[in-house]
C-alpha cells in the first residue's frame, strides 16, 4: 500500500478550466494558488483565487497547474547530510 499523494502541491499556482461537472463560466480561465491539498482528498484542492478572500474548492480535473512551489532549501541539504556522525 502506498501513500497517496495530492493532486497539486499547496502552493502551487493554477488555472481553472472547464471539467466534467459544470461550473461558473465566469471562473474559467481565473488563476489562484492552492491553499489546502490533503492526502485524504487527493481529487480535490481548495484555491484562493486571485481578488478573492474565500477558498473555493475545485476537483483535479477542473485545474490546470502552471507553477510548482520552490523545494524546500533546509530538505535538500538535509538529504546531502549522512544520517549518522
Known amino acids: 500500500m502506498g501513500i497517496a499523494l495530492p493532486a497539486f502541491p499547496q ?15 465566469a471562473l474559467v ?3 489562484g494558488v492552492v491553499v489546502r491539498a490533503t492526502p485524504y482528498e487527493r481529487t480535490r484542492a481548495g ?4 481578488g478573492e478572500r474565500d477558498v ?3 476537483a483535479a480535473a477542473e485545474l490546470q497547474e502552471l507553477e510548482r ?8 541539504s538535509a538529504r546531502a547530510r549522512l544520517a549518522r556522525p
Not at 488555472?15 to 463560466?25: K, M, Q, S
Not at 484555491?47 to 486571485?50: F, N, R, S, Y
Open 11 to 25: 502552493g502551487a499556482r493554477v488555472r481553472v478550466r472547464r471539467g466534467d461537472l459544470p461550473i461558473e463560466p
Open 29 to 31: 480561465g481565473r488563476e
Open 47 to 50: 484555491v484562493l483565487l486571485d
Open 56 to 58: 473555493r474548492l475545485f
Open 69 to 76: 512551489p520552490p523545494e524546500d532549501l533546509a530538505r535538500e
